[in-house]
């Protein structure tokens, strides 16, 4: 998943009548929909329960260590979209990079300037001199550290530098596939044990090393697995509809026994400490997750009715995922003061719920806003929505016409 991210489209005439024809669109993969918005709302289930209850409470750490798997999900997905749209065809690199480039890059640098501006406004670094501020933005932009999700469209875009030789390496193994994974795998492991055992460090060498996690090395596996996947798109079809509830199965067990060991080890140390997203025991607990998160988006895909309200649903959410994925911290931030009194008005699990429900509200709102703005493309990654209510409640009248051919054979842009 990557985040779906589309830019105006843009429909170019010949005058010459022998032009070739345009390709056509492969599928649009609705499971991947929904596979996105699933996860998304895991991500803000896990900033919220990770920024509204005690570091070092056991039970929300043993909440959010299943839900770290979002990081990992979104990666395999970069690569899933990213071959889904390539594969079969030919990659002119520089017009890659030109056209994803700027649709994550833009949006990274926008919203590091509103969080760093927001950081300013609010005091969160009482005593910063102008200097310091302007240093801190150029430091945090270069590092993904402007606020806690933004590490994600740095990493995005590593994965796009990196995808023409990703192209490359599976035309080279073409039927060597799995022992590309077995040794992508084996060195994942590696990276992850590396992580959590680091090595003493001082110095612009610990910065570096307190860094990695911002960069595309502890997720090479993620990308390459969803990469895969996508070029053995059939396969991984056939595999679902036969193998579908054990993978689920598989994930209920991993997920069961990794909170097992979570237990155990905060015998032994913090909760937030036996919480650390690279342990390498979860690395088989989040690959099945992600293997059941498909599997369920692949049924409803294969049985889903184009006009139902949960069809909808899934198009909307998938449509304004990114722009949700980019506000929704700081629609946490601004509620922040009033997150204790809500808990203890409502209780802990009560007034958590009624918090993610309201952050998903506001940042739905937000980017409501976003998206009739000029600089909607900027700020979600999508062109700009014009609004006519005349029209929009003649779409709503209209709920049973088809869709257009364009949206049936639409593919996710990634």
Not at 96 to 112: H, N
Not at 235 to 263: C, D, K, N
Request: aromatic residues 12%; proline residues 6%; positive net charge.
């Amino acid at each position: 998943m990557i985040i779906d991210i589309a830019p105006p489209s843009v429909t170019a005439k010949s005058e010459k009548s022998d032009a070739p024809a345009p390709r056509r669109k492969r599928p649009h993969l609705h499971q991947i929909d929904l596979f996105r918005i699933l996860t998304f709302a895991c991500v803000i289930g896990a900033h919220v329960v990770g920024n509204s209850i005690d570091a070092g409470n056991t039970a929300s750490n043993a909440v959010v260590m299943p839900l770290h798997f979002t990081r990992d999900a979104f990666f395999a997905l970069t690569g899933f979209v990213l071959v889904y749209q390539y594969r079969g065809k030919s990659l002119d690199t520089r017009a890659f990079w030109r056209k994803r480039f700027p649709l994550v890059g833009i949006p990274y640098l926008a919203w590091s300037v509103i969080y760093w501006g927001y950081s300013v406004v609010a005091g969160l670094h009482p005593g910063e001199s102008l200097h310091s501020a302007l240093w801190r933005l150029v430091f945090e932009t270069a590092t993904g550290g402007a606020w806690y999700q933004l590490y994600f469209l740095l990493v995005t875009m590593q994965a796009y530098l990196l995808f023409p030789l990703i192209m490359r390496l599976l035309r080279a193994t073409q039927g060597n596939h799995r022992w590309v994974l077995a040794a992508s795998a084996t060195l994942q492991l590696g990276v992850l044990w590396w992580l959590v055992h680091p090595p003493t460090l001082t110095g612009r060498p610990l910065g570096i090393w307190n860094h990695l996690y911002a960069t595309v090395i502890p997720y090479q596996l993620y990308i390459l697995l969803g990469a895969i996947a996508a070029w053995h798109i059939d396969s991984v079809a056939r595999t679902v509809r036969r193998f579908g509830p054990l993978f689920v199965a598989g994930a209920i067990v991993g997920l069961a026994l990794a909170e097992v060991y979570f237990l155990w080890q905060t015998r032994q140390m913090p909760a937030w400490q036996a919480n650390n997203v690279f342990m390498p025991h979860l690395l088989f607990c989040y690959v099945l997750i992600i293997f059941a998160l498909y599997t369920v988006s692949s049924w409803w895909a294969a049985r889903r009715s184009e006009h139902d309200v949960f069809s909808r649903v899934v198009r909307y959410g998938s449509d304004r995922s990114f722009g949700i994925f980019l506000s929704h911290p700081i629609a946490l931030q601004v509620l922040a003061p009033v997150i204790p009194a809500l808990q203890n008005h409502l209780g802990l699990f009560w007034g958590t719920v009624v918090l993610y429900l309201t952050v998903v509200a506001m940042a739905i709102g937000i980017t409501e806003v976003a998206r009739r703005i000029p600089g909607s493309l900027w700020l979600t990654g999508r062109p700009m929505l014009h609004s006519d209510p005349r029209a929009l409640a003649g779409r709503l009248r209209r709920t049973d016409a088809p869709e257009s051919a364009e949206e049936l054979t639409r593919t996710p842009a990634h």
